[in-house]
Nanobody, 127 residues
Framework: QVRLVESGGGSVQAGGSLRLSCAAP?????????MAWFRQAPGKEREGVAA????????TYGDSVKGRFTISEGNAENTVYLQMNSLKPEDTAMYYC???????????????????WGQGTQVTVSS
């Protein structure tokens, strides 16, 4: 089964920063212009954090992370990043990368909409 590969998680104190990476197989990266980061805390539903439409480079963010997180295409081949600044304890969760084919200008935080997922990387923020 094709999977995306997340990395960069870890433990950090409140106010700190982390950068997550999502690497996709070449064929998936070429065809899947829509990519997103989701997170899931224990006992909670998976929620959308940030999404990018690589067909035009536009991005969108969940309300809880606006102004703190940035999603971007990386210089590294087939990689999308999530820069997380001013981290809070409530940001603690497993973070997942997702991807699917799409047209320009489309985003979604619908979990069911995405075709490909990674196994996740844990982010823990202590107060």
């Amino acid at each position: 089964q094709v999977r995306l590969v997340e990395s960069g998680g870890g433990s950090v104190q409140a106010g700190g920063s982390l950068r997550l990476s999502c690497a996709a197989p070449g064929s998936i990266y070429l065809s899947s212009k829509c990519m997103a980061w989701f997170r899931q805390a224990p006992g909670k539903e998976r929620e959308g954090v940030a999404a990018i439409n690589r067909a035009g480079g536009s991005t969108t963010y969940g309300d809880s992370v606006k102004g703190r997180f940035t999603i971007s295409e990386g210089n590294a081949e087939n990689t999308v990043y999530l820069q997380m600044n001013s981290l809070k304890p409530e940001d603690t969760a497993m973070y997942y990368c997702a991807a699917r084919a799409c047209s320009a200008g489309i985003y979604s935080f619908n979990v069911q909409w995405y075709s490909y997922w990674g196994q996740g990387t844990q982010v823990t923020v202590s107060s």
